[in-house]
């Protein structure tokens, strides 16, 4: 038994190790508060940790009989090492796809924008005409504002082709603009958490009690929905400055 738990140990170790590295990197750099919530990643991390730390580990506690053959337990421990690496580079490849880009105010409302939304021809486009906002393979979460085009067809063909399911302005980051420029526009659709329609009633008596926690006031027009795969969260802002106070989810 001796020989069994210190296979496991080793493994457990190990497997631990390469998937808090790759986690923790892909955190740090791109799933921070909110982006972890708004794109679920805590699902993907489930199955990671399942396949990874718990399964391997199990298996090679079983497999590791003291009687058995050196070339045999390494012929049974290189296979459950093969299903693991498989796992892991699912989940990364799934996450690095689907890592924040964006936040972007659009409109009405605050939305994530995943490298998954952003398709190569679009960021050709971009790159070309707004490539200060444009993303590269290394870029981390920014905070920017996507106005409709000020042209009217360019605008029609963009309303139509989102009502349709098709490109919203959202993943056209030819069109983009630095956060600040949008401060005003924001300030026009800021909200009481009364009127916020991505909540139910419930969920806004939830926001409202969170808030007066926090020593927000819950009777001015100071939130905006964010929205994004989940659940949407409400932003709450300081009236004056315009200045993000807090992200907050609508449970407990």
Sequence with gaps: MKHRLKAFGLHLAGSATVLALVCGTLYLGWYRWPGWYLTGMLHILLLLVGVD????????????????????????????????????????????????????FSVDQLQIVQASDLDAAEIELGRKRNPDLTPHWYSRPRWIWAPLPEDPQARADIVAAAISGGKDVIQMPRYFKAWPQGLAELRKHLKKVDEQRYFSKAQRLALKQRMTQLGFATDGAVTIALTGGAQPLLAVFDPGTLQMQAILPAHS
């Design 53 to 104: 730390v718990a399964l391997g580990p199990l298996l090679t506690l079983v497999v590791a009989s003291p009687g058995k053959a050196h070339r045999v337990l390494a012929r049974d421990i290189v296979i459950i090492v093969i299903v693991q690496l498989t796992a892991l580079v699912y989940g990364t490849t799934t996450l690095w796809q689907g890592r924040p880009l964006y936040y972007a």
